[in-house]
Nanobody
Framework: QVHVVESGGGLVQAGGSLRLSCAAS????????VGWSRQAPGKQRELIAT???????TYAYAVKGRFAVSRDNAKGTVYLQMNSLKPEDTAVYYC??????????WGQGTQVTVSS
């Protein structure tokens, strides 16, 4: 069992920035593909960014060019840098950690609220 924790959410004005962090027990991040998803009120959860164990990244169209995912394996942490935030980015942001050959483990999420 891997325990995943997201942090860094908060309230920010439109145009501002936040950096989310994702850490997991047993330094599982270092051997895992990691994905960031978000769920806005009344909407389905959507995958917005991924980073593989080797550092390859993908982004959803809605965040491409504004968000950047990175990893620091020495710290066992994956980051989601969010710039030029918009009110429509308001959501609970979740991190999923998938160690090689294992299932995905999800955190409890962190709330991001962007005011106009």
């Amino acid at each position: 069992q891997v325990h995943v924790v997201e942090s860094g959410g908060g309230l920010v004005q439109a145009g501002g920035s936040l950096r989310l962090s994702c850490a997991a027990s047993g330094n599982a991040v270092g051997i895992s593909d990691v994905g960031w998803s978000r769920q806005a009120p009344g909407k389905q959860r959507e995958l917005i960014a991924t980073i593989t164990r080797t550092g390859s990244t993908t982004y959803a169209y809605a965040v491409k060019g504004r968000f950047a995912v990175s990893r620091d394996n020495a710290k066992g942490t994956v980051y989601l840098q969010m710039n030029s935030l918009k009110p429509e980015d308001t959501a609970v942001y979740y991190c999923a950690v998938r160690p090689a050959g294992d299932d995905s483990y999800w955190g409890q999420g962190t709330q991001v609220t962007v005011s106009s």
